[in-house]
């Protein structure tokens, strides 16, 4: 990196690089800094470090760190949930949707490791409308995935308990698909792809004996 471009704010080697270019590459950076570190750990001048970026071109594509992890929630979040809405409306028959949905979740998992674990452990250190946008994003894929809960368990009611046992049932499915990652290792584990079949037995298997008790 030159001095001249540390010295006007502009990212030096990287000028080779598109704007989106430049700005994935940071997304990406602090992302892996973060999920290892966490948000409170991890400062723009370690951002810069990893990426070879001078602290100064880091604000010409964030206001402050709070922004640039709004910028990484919100991109992951919003490519996940146009992948799974897409899904959802290309799909009629509700058990391929939840399959459909427990694999593509695990696979964008594992191709954003960094990323989700951010959005997963960091929510709360955003704040006021960064914070609601977020949730806002989050609610919709919620109400995706119950959508197709309650479809493969043909509930129509709108009852709070017909409501609470979607919620239970759509919480559980998040809950042990948001933790693979704690515990996956590729060179110890089945392939992604594997694990995606084998936990879309799992939760569909769940489903099943709820259809059949419901029954």
């Known amino acids: ?16 690089l598109s704007k989106e270019q430049k700005l994935a590459a940071l997304l990406e950076a602090a992302s892996g800094l973060m999920s290892k570190r966490g948000f409170s750990q991890t400062t723009m001048r370690d951002v810069a470090r990893e990426t070879g970026f001078s ?19 919100h991109g992951t979040f919003s490519r996940l949930l146009a992948e ?6 290309r799909t ?16 964008f998992f594992h191709r954003y490791a ?7 452990f960091e929510l709360e250190s955003l704040s006021g409308e960064p914070y609601e946008a ?13 959508g197709v809960v309650a479809e493969l368990l043909g509930i129509e009611s709108t009852s709070a308990k017909s409501q609470s046992r979607i919620r239970h049932l759509t919480l559980f499915i998040f809950g042990a698909l948001n933790w693979v990652f704690m515990w996956y290792q590729p060179e110890k584990d089945v392939p992604m792809v594997r ?20 029954a």
């Open 55 to 73: 602290l100064a071109g880091m604000y010409y594509y964030f206001d402050s760190k709070d922004d640039l992890l709004f910028q990484i929630q």
């Open 84 to 89: 799974q809405e897409s899904l959802v409306a």
């Open 1 to 16: 990196m030159t001095q001249a471009a540390r010295e006007d704010g502009r990212p030096g080697e990287e000028q080779r």
């Open 195 to 214: 694990l995606a079949e084998e936990m879309t037995e799992f939760v569909m298997g769940g489903l099943r004996a709820q259809m059949r008790g419901a």
């Open 134 to 146: 977020i949730e806002g994003l989050r609610r919709r894929y919620y109400h995706l995935a119950a």
């Open 92 to 107: 009629a028959d509700p058990e391929e949707r939840m399959r459909n949905l427990v694999a593509t979740h695990l696979a």
């Open 114 to 120: 960094g990323e989700m674990k951010v959005c997963t």
